[in-house]
């Protein structure tokens, strides 16, 4: 009986991919703590008041510094006047809101105001720490 050299050719495809196969099979057995680590979530969501949710610095009880808040909750909009968000260090965009004064625009931030979330976004800010980042933006006007 004569086997045709497509058969064999068949055949020795078939071997070589079953050899591919169970080596890969192998391969990711024994490997399997290094996946669950590469396919593991970057974060996780929390609820507000759940623990964990604070930063080192509010965990440790420091304040952060204000230039600290703005770059992290306060930099996506005020630095390039995102809605009317009033940019840093642009004193004509100060103008009409410096004159009511420090405890109005701490008011403003905690409460939310036009466009602007409740505490501008940073939902693990204090009121102290909402003031720094104010006095931050608008420093040296």
């Given at each position: 009986m004569k086997v045709s050299k497509?058969?064999?050719w068949k055949t020795l495809i078939a071997i070589a991919a079953?050899?591919?196969l169970a080596g890969g099979a192998v391969a990711v057995a024994s490997d399997a703590g290094s996946i669950a680590e590469?396919?593991?979530p970057a974060g996780q969501v929390r609820?507000?008041?759940?623990t964990g949710q604070q930063t080192a610095a509010a965990a440790s009880g420091e304040a952060r510094s204000g230039e600290a808040v703005y770059n992290q909750a306060c930099a996506a909009c005020h630095a390039g006047g995102v809605l009317g968000a009033p940019k840093k260090g642009?004193?004509?965009d100060w103008q009409d809101r410096l004159p009511q004064g420090m405890e109005i625009l701490v008011q403003h931030?905690?409460?939310g105001y036009n466009a602007m979330p409740?505490?501008?976004g940073c939902g693990n800010c204090s009121d102290e720490e909402i003031e720094s980042a104010i006095e931050h933006m608008i420093a040296g006007l």
């Open positions: 497509l058969a064999n079953g050899a591919v590469r396919i593991k609820m507000a008041g759940e642009d004193a004509g931030t905690v409460e409740p505490r501008g």
